[in-house]
């Protein structure tokens, strides 16, 4: 997808500052910070957009500090990106990722301090995975395990933490949040293996390049089809049965099992890699869509 976005927008200045910030990923996360919203309250248009919009803010900024921090890696593993090309000066990233990260915290503390609080973990855990000292996107499972509690857990979290300030004392609530988080964890994996030449070359400890392929796919595919039950019957013991999740659920993970099979296949091209990933990351907003739908 990066490839893709990169190869339509060429040397667009104002366009690659807006594909710097990868927001489509970013809209994944503001969907879960809705859902958790949505799953502990009704539906409020203002504080679903303010969750929405501070979360796929904060992502877009947390995306440029870790592509600067990742400089050289990302050097050899995907030139294509604006700052590697040089479309975009490092001066210019830092300085449009200072501007949304402040009006990311303004626009949080204006709407509530709990959304506030939760933005600002979130924060504190993008610099935990991207820059040293920390810098845990280079400390193998811990970067899985930092990109999960970012992606679902904190902004699941803020959501149901907005709607509710009690949320955190409903055991079988976190539980499916974690199992959830946990099944990312292992979906992550999946993101490392079209990196791998780079990651190996910088001397980058990922999963994959210190487990190898092989393993890590295994691993992977394993971890997320484990979890993902775990997720689907701590839904249900909250929840009555309902036929159309169900169906998206089932439909979802044997899909991705099909399309992540083919990391079992051996080492493939970067390019290989990249749409294995790219097609599991649409599953993943898809079934993100079909939540929303089924609490909404």
Not at 139 to 153: E, Q, S
Request: aromatic content about 20%; proline content about 2%.
């Amino acid at each position: 997808m990066e490839r893709f976005f990169s190869n339509l927008v060429k040397k667009n200045f104002l366009l690659n500052l807006l594909i710097l910030g990868r927001p489509w990923n970013g809209i994944i996360i503001g969907l879960f910070a809705i859902f958790g919203f949505l799953y502990v309250s009704s539906f409020n248009l203002i504080l679903c957009f303010s969750l929405f919009f501070v979360f796929l803010l904060q992502y877009f900024a947390g995306a440029i500090v870790n592509d600067l921090s990742d400089f050289s890696t990302d050097s050899i593993n995907t030139p294509y990106l604006p700052l590697e090309s040089g479309a975009v000066k490092k001066n210019q990233a830092k300085i449009l990722a200072i501007l949304v990260y402040l009006f990311s915290f303004v626009f949080s503390l204006s709407i509530s301090i709990n959304l506030f609080i939760g933005v600002l973990i979130f924060f504190l855990f993008g610099l935990i995975y991207s820059v040293n000292p920390f810098r845990f996107v280079a400390r193998g499972f811990l970067a899985n395990l930092t990109l999960a509690t970012v992606t679902i857990l904190i902004p699941f979290s803020t959501g149901a933490f907005l709607a509710d300030n009690l949320f955190y004392l409903d055991k079988s609530l976190m539980f499916m949040v974690i199992s959830f988080s946990l099944f990312f964890v292992f979906f992550s994996i999946s993101k490392d293996f079209k990196d791998l030449k780079g990651d190996k070359n910088a001397g980058k400890n990922t999963f994959v390049s210190k487990h190898g392929v092989k393993k890590a796919a295994q691993i992977s595919i394993l971890g997320e089809t484990l979890f993902f039950i775990i997720f689907i019957f701590s839904f249900f013991s909250r929840t009555k049965f309902n036929l159309f999740f169900i169906v998206s659920s089932l439909f979802f993970i044997i899909l991705l099992i099909i399309f992540n099979k083919a990391l079992l296949n051996g080492e493939q091209s970067p390019e290989e890699y990249e749409k294995i990933f790219s097609t599991s990351r649409t599953l993943i907003f898809l079934y993100s869509i079909s939540l929303l739908f089924y609490l909404w």
